[in-house]
């Protein structure tokens, strides 16, 4: 029991007994022998205010100086919208309907190309075309798509896609100024400015995007590129009446857009008290005020720090009503699970994208020049495929899921998390079984030659290795906890296996540093556990960093296999395509990651949030920006009912 609720407790026991002893409640009950009439009891107000509890205070509430989960927390009550994820997809929230092939509102077309303009190459990246591009060519492979070298000279033809976008008619922003297409298009050259601070994967591959009247906007893609994703493509309406005298610079500042931004959702920035709270009051022109939302007149944001004890205290004692993912609740998974079958709290639990995964160094950037052996660099460990495998058989993954996660999931087969609709359900992550993998360990002609586990085996003619070279490998990671925890399990479970590990544990900024000095991107290590949200292409060989591309790209293990490269292209292709046709695209990436092993998938980051029982409303999805992509329909108590 909080001392909060010991004070409750014995303040109404003071109160009861005072009422009781009062002379003239005694005199009232004996003056008159006429019945008491019990008084109704009266119906209890509606709960006016809620209060939400976040890991930290946002740095700002400007949408792009910002994209923070603890930043979006507040901004999902002053915008909603523009679309929300489900289990089914995307869902339009301000838009008629979501664009799509089938309506004839996303269109792709085929067009002709000349040398200097702006395509996406068959890598997927931007580029200005010129003799000796690989590109997708149409018009070959019946019709589907091949690529080829362009020699300058052929005439070439392209796939292009356009996408409209259709506003609900009648909404407005807080201060009643219509919400038209034009803000989006405003918000779309805002973002496209210099001085604003955004990724511009998006904008490069845009050709153009203009409004086409008050209610509709149309965004053309850069030819080759066809995405299947289209809501990624309508940009936040933002509020030029209210922001256009202000450059792009001021608005990372200013007050207006710094502090309380205008929006058209179902609240409205009142007052931010720094380190405290911020204060939101429902918005009377919200356009879905006639639903009765939202059921409250005031939300709170309070910051009380991430230490998930404090914070699971204050729901506990009622200063929360709802605790967001923006803390560290996946730290106190165990006491959370504990409390939500005592019936204390509502826990709300969804794994994924991110995944923490161990990458193998299959080719490190020594390896570039040709000459690690020569130089004395570190031995081929992984370039045989079933070494890669043996470790996978070596590591005992179950125990990490029972560790982290409390066997809340099963051993993860790909990278895709549970409930995607492309994860491939035929296939099967293999089991714990050392046997097995000392076997193929002896097989790639890593001997353990005195019998004993303990010792690292020791390599007995492998091409380019010399005899006698231990099995000891480094493994880095960073200096959090629960890695920490999950290093030491699988070391053990390697150990079984005649494989010596040495742990390093690096501060974030060097695991994460560029090349060619980063640990992970310089491609310097032999193991490296971490965490990230893979895609297909994160594994394509176009995608490993090097000197040579000035190290960009994700594909830190170096893994390069043409079948698999082929297979992801194709997949990224069939994005526009039907499910069935996904889905079988998707498989073969899965399986051919499955086979050859460039990376172990260790287990799918909990998203965790906590609330009181008798919350309702409230639906965690890890694919949002924030959990709280639902917040204007959130009740309490009796009002759930309404």
């Known amino acids: 029991m909080t001392w909060r609720k010991l004070a409750l407790i014995l303040l109404a026991g003071m109160l009861v007994l005072t009422a009781c002893s009062s002379p003239g409640a005694q005199s009232t009950a004996t003056a008159t022998a006429a019945p ?22 946002p740095t700002t509430l400007y949408p792009y100086g910002s994209s923070s989960r603890t930043t979006w927390s507040v901004l999902e009550a002053v915008y909603d919208g523009p679309f929300d994820a489900s289990q089914d997809g995307i869902n339009p929230v301000i838009l008629e309907k979501l664009p799509s ?75 009643g100024t219509p919400l038209t297409a034009a803000d989006s298009v405003y918000s779309f050259n805002l973002s496209n400015d210099p001085q604003t601070p955004v990724t511009r994967g998006n904008l490069l591959r845009t050709q153009s995007y203009e409004a086409d ?22 940009w936040l309406p933002l509020p030029e009446h209210a922001w256009g005298g202000l450059s792009a610079a001021e608005l990372l500042e200013a007050d207006v857009s710094h502090r309380s931004p205008l929006g058209w959702g179902a609240y409205t920035v009142s007052e931010w008290v720094q380190g405290d709270h911020i204060t939101l009051k429902k918005n009377p022109l919200y356009f879905r005020a006639g639903e009765g939302l939202p059921a409250f007149e005031t939300l709170v944001f309070r910051f009380l720090g991430q230490p998930a004890d404090n914070n699971i205290e204050a729901l506990l004692s009622g ?54 052996q020569m130089q004395g660099d570190r031995p081929d460990f992984f370039g045989d495929v ?194 069935a046709t996904q889905q079988a695209a998707s498989a073969e990436v899965q399986r051919l990651l499955l086979q050859d092993v460039p990376f172990v998938p260790l287990f799918f980051h909990p998203h965790i949030a906590v609330s009181r029982t008798d919350l309702c409303g409230f639906e965690m999805k890890s694919n949002t920006r924030s959990s709280l992509w639902g917040i204007e329909e959130y009740r309490i108590g009796a009002a759930c009912e309404q």
């Open 386 to 579: 079933r070494v890669r495998q043996a470790f996978l058989q070596c590591m005992d993954r179950q125990v990490v899921q029972e560790a982290v996660l409390f066997s809340l999931a099963d051993v993860p087969v790909s990278y895709l998390p549970p409930g995607n609709p492309l994860l491939d359900p035929a296939l099967q992550a293999p089991a714990f079984d050392p046997t097995a993998g000392a076997l193929l360990l002896d097989e790639a002609g890593w001997k353990d030659l005195d019998g004993d586990p303990a010792t690292p085996r020791t390599a007995q003619g492998i091409t380019g290795i010399d005899d006698g070279t231990p099995l000891s490998i480094s493994y880095a990671t960073s200096q959090a906890p629960v890695r920490e925890t999950m290093a030491q399990i699988l070391v053990q479970s390697l150990n079984q296996c005649g494989i010596q590990v040495d742990v390093k544990y690096y501060q974030p900024a060097d695991l994460y540093a560029a090349g060619p000095e980063g640990v992970g991107f310089g491609r310097n290590f032999d193991l490296l556990q971490w965490g990230y949200q893979p895609v297909c292409s994160t594994f394509a060989s176009w995608q490993i960093p090097s000197a040579e591309n000035n190290w960009i790209g994700m594909n830190i293990a170096g893994y390069s296999s043409e079948a698999y490269d082929w297979a992801c292209q194709q997949a990224i292709q069939a994005g526009t395509a039907d499910l």
């Open 213 to 234: 009247d008050d209610l509709s906007v149309t965004w053309k893609g850069v030819p080759g590129f066809v995405p299947n994703r289209y809501s990624t493509f309508f």
């Open 101 to 175: 092939l089938e309506d004839g509102d996303a269109l792709v077309e085929v067009v002709d190309v000349t040398e200097g303009m702006q395509v996406v190459d068959a890598n997927g990246d931007v580029a200005i075309l010129k003799k000796g591009v690989e590109v997708f060519d149409p018009a070959c492979a019946d019709g589907t798509g091949c690529e080829t070298v362009w020699d300058g000279i052929t005439p070439l033809k392209m796939l292009q896609m356009t996408v409209k976008f259709t506003l609900l008619p009648g909404l407005t922003w807080s201060d």
């Open 36 to 57: 008491v009439v019990p008084s109704p009891t009266p119906t209890p107000e509606p709960q006016k205010v809620l209060t939400v509890c976040l890991g930290t205070e």
């Open 319 to 372: 200063e929360c009503d709802l605790v967001d993912d923006t803390t560290l609740l996946d730290e106190q998974l165990e006491l959370i699970l504990e409390l939500e079958q005592a019936g204390k709290l509502n826990a709300y639990i969804s794994l994924g994208p991110e995944l923490e995964l161990l990458s193998f160094g299959i080719k490190p950037a020594a390896y570039d020049d040709g000459y690690y």
